[in-house]
């Protein structure tokens, strides 16, 4: 699948481009999200919000800006969790803290983050509550994170942390892009379940792939408790893998049941590719 051909992602790039270079060129601020920007994010949660849109009867560059403020939130959120993580590399790159200095990284995660309540203000009631949720959700999935390695971290706590720290904005993403496109509480509720099957799916998938040590592009001084090693306190460690990975089949088959119940098109044909993609493709 080469995503990088789609529309939705030529949008999200383009808009991504334009905000760097509205900027003033003397911003420290600049330098620092055009670091960010060409790190080589997969684009995905904004690639979500356009298809739903599109899936629910709208156009999808009718959401570009909520789209682009779902990107920035987690660029932003990417940058405070190397912070809190001591990440090193990030994509490959070096995270933005270890080029630019903490108060540097910190102060361009708050204003990402508040451009990007800025892009999404003229939509509705509806869009601005979920991606609020979202952020609040973020922020206490990460305090949950750094608990993680105390020992008493569960199979249980492991799901919550990650249902609020990485599936919360994927389901913001599913969910506003159903309201920008028309989509009444009940349709936007089964897109918000989706973006949480999708995220949770996802997150255990690198914790697997980091638990498999066939990362490269990322590094980080502390760790946090994931999945396999949550299994691997009662099991082998090829059991802990093969149940790490019927978890991620059971959330990747409940989130396709989903996008099924939908009348059948080219957004509910690319959200089936792009949730396979970013899971059980990406698994070795």
């Not at 760097?20 to 919000?49: A, C, N, W, Y």
């Not at 403020?69 to 190397?82: C, F, K, N, R, W």
């Not at 082998?236 to 990975?245: L, N, Y």
Request: glycine share 6%.
């Amino acid at each position: 699948m080469n995503i990088e051909q789609w529309d939705e992602h030529r949008q999200i790039k383009a808009a991504m481009d334009i905000l760097v270079q509205s900027m003033d060129e003397s911003s420290e601020m600049k330098k620092m999200e055009s670091h960010i920007f060409k790190s080589g994010g997969k684009t995905i949660r904004p690639i979500i919000l356009m298809l739903t849109t599109e899936m629910c009867g709208g156009d999808s560059k009718i959401s570009i800006d909520a789209a682009l403020a779902i990107e920035l939130t987690h660029s932003a959120s990417l940058i405070h969790d190397d912070l809190l993580d001591g990440g090193i590399i990030r994509r490959g790159m070096p995270s933005t803290h270890k080029k630019f200095g903490y108060a540097a990284a910190m102060l361009c995660g708050d204003y990402l983050i508040s451009k990007s309540i800025e892009l999404v203000s003229p939509y509705g009631r509806n869009v601005i509550r979920d991606f609020g949720r979202a952020g609040m959700a973020m922020a206490e999935g990460e305090t949950m994170d750094i608990k993680s390695s105390n020992g008493e971290f569960k199979e249980k706590d492991y799901f919550e942390c990650i249902r609020k720290k990485t599936a919360s904005l994927f389901a913001a993403s599913a969910s506003m892009g159903a309201y920008i496109g028309g989509a009444d509480d009940e349709i936007a509720s089964q897109c918000r379940y989706y973006g949480e099957y999708v995220g949770t799916a996802y997150q255990i998938v690198d914790d697997i792939l980091e638990y498999l040590q066939v990362q490269d592009d990322k590094k980080s001084t502390q760790e946090s408790m994931t999945l396999p090693y949550i299994y691997l306190k009662t099991m082998s460690p090829e059991d802990a893998v093969k149940k790490s990975i019927s978890e991620v089949e059971k959330h990747v088959e409940r989130a396709n049941d989903i996008i099924e119940t939908f009348k059948p098109c080219d957004a509910t044909n690319k959200l089936l590719q792009i949730t396979n993609y970013i899971t059980i493709d990406m698994l070795p």
